[in-house]
């Protein structure tokens, strides 16, 4: 069964420092996100991407943030200089363009600000 | 932007009881998804259900989307069935593609 997959599964940095979050989507797919979970609370959105731009965003999505697909297979996303407070689990979701709307997650991605 | 409210935010029960998890939103949607989250934070799909009901093994679920809530049930609870259970909603072609979850169940199943 094909499956959304992140790496990687942890990466820890310095504060300040610019990390790239990659996803591969499942292949048919069209509609890609990014979600994060803070631990012990609960997931958030971050960010919607189709047809190769932005298509919505949260309050949480600041200029630090931003996301690419950089070929036809990576969803990618940057966080520019990272702080204390973006140490959370990422999740990368996809989904495709059918009437059916449900969307599949990744395993994660768990960033360590340090 | 959409509400969810889970209940109950804990539960404890011994294996083998039978649980039912339930979730509020305060808006039409057209994606409901029940997550479980194990302890390596992965999130498990367990249903795509916006509405209607369905079963798979000992869970199944119902969405009554006309009266905004949706129930997940467990039965015959397994120490395996342990970790948090997330309700998500969003509204697809209506401006609120991103899913918003609510703060889970937490359950825990002793032996």
């Known amino acids: 069964e094909p499956e959304v997959t992140q790496t990687p599964s942890h990466q820890v940095t310095q504060m300040g420092q610019e990390v790239i979050l990659r996803c591969v989507p499942i292949s048919n797919h069209l509609y890609f996100y990014w979600y994060r979970q803070i631990l012990g609370q609960k997931v958030e959105f971050l960010v919607s991407f189709y047809n190769n731009e932005i298509s919505e965003k949260s309050e949480i999505f600041d200029d630090q943030f931003s996301v690419e697909r950089p070929d036809g297979s990576n969803f990618t996303l940057k966080i520019r200089s990272t702080k204390l407070e973006d140490s959370a689990m990422y999740f990368c979701?996809?989904?495709?363009?059918?009437?059916?709307?449900?969307?599949?997650f990744g395993p994660g991605t768990r960033l360590t600000v340090t | 932007g959409i509400q969810v409210e889970q209940s109950p935010p804990d539960l404890i029960l011994q294996e083998g009881a039978n649980s039912t998890l339930r979730c509020n939103f305060s808006?039409?949607?057209?994606?409901l998804q029940w997550f479980h989250q194990n302890p390596w934070g992965q999130l498990i799909n367990l249903f795509y259900i916006p509405s209607g009901t369905k079963q798979n093994g000992r869970l199944s679920a119902t969405t009554v989307a006309t009266e905004r809530y949706s129930l997940l049930y467990i039965s015959s609870s397994q120490t395996t069935d342990s970790g948090v259970y997330f309700c998500?909603?969003?509204?697809?072609?209506?401006?609120?593609?991103?899913?918003?979850f609510g703060k889970g169940t937490h359950l825990i199943i002793q032996p």
């Open positions: 979701a996809s989904r495709d363009s059918g009437r059916l709307y449900e969307q599949y």
């Open positions: 808006d039409s949607v057209n994606n």
């Open positions: 998500a909603v969003g509204y697809s072609g209506g401006g609120a593609d991103g899913l918003t």
